[in-house]
Nanobody, 122 residues
Framework: QVQLVESGGGLVQAGGSLRLSCAAS????????IGWYRQAPGKQRELVAG???????TYADSLKGRFTISRDNAENTVYLQMNSLKPEDTAVYHC????????????????WGQGTQVTVYS
């Protein structure tokens, strides 16, 4: 089993930045890829970004250039740096693990965190 705990969400003005953190615990040795999904009210959940243990990354096309995912394997922590935030980035952001990830496609994670709310106001 793997436990994921997100932090770093909050309220930010459009154009600002936030950094989300995801701390993994439990059977972390079994984890290759970790990623972030988000879900806005009334919208489908969507992939934000994923990263392999070796550092290979994938992003939603619409977020490339504004969001950066990184990880610290020694600390079992993954980060999501979000810059130039827009009101449409408002969502609950979930950390996930145990997904299929071939370097391009990240999907079907087995583990989900509770999520952290990000609210961007104009």
């Amino acid at each position: 089993q793997v436990q994921l705990v997100e932090s770093g969400g909050g309220l930010v003005q459009a154009g600002g930045s936030l950094r989300l953190s995801c701390a993994a615990s439990g059977d972390t040795f079994s984890i290759n890829a970790i990623g972030w999904y988000r879900q806005a009210p009334g919208k489908q959940r969507e992939l934000v970004a994923g990263i392999s243990r070796g550092g290979t990354t994938t992003y939603a096309d619409s977020l490339k250039g504004r969001f950066t995912i990184s990880r610290d394997n020694a600390e079992n922590t993954v980060y999501l740096q979000m810059n130039s935030l827009k009101p449409e980035d408002t969502a609950v952001y979930h950390c996930t693990a145990g997904a299929f990830f071939d370097g391009t496609y990240y999907h079907s994670p087995n583990y989900w965190g509770q999520g952290t709310q990000v609210t961007v106001y104009s």
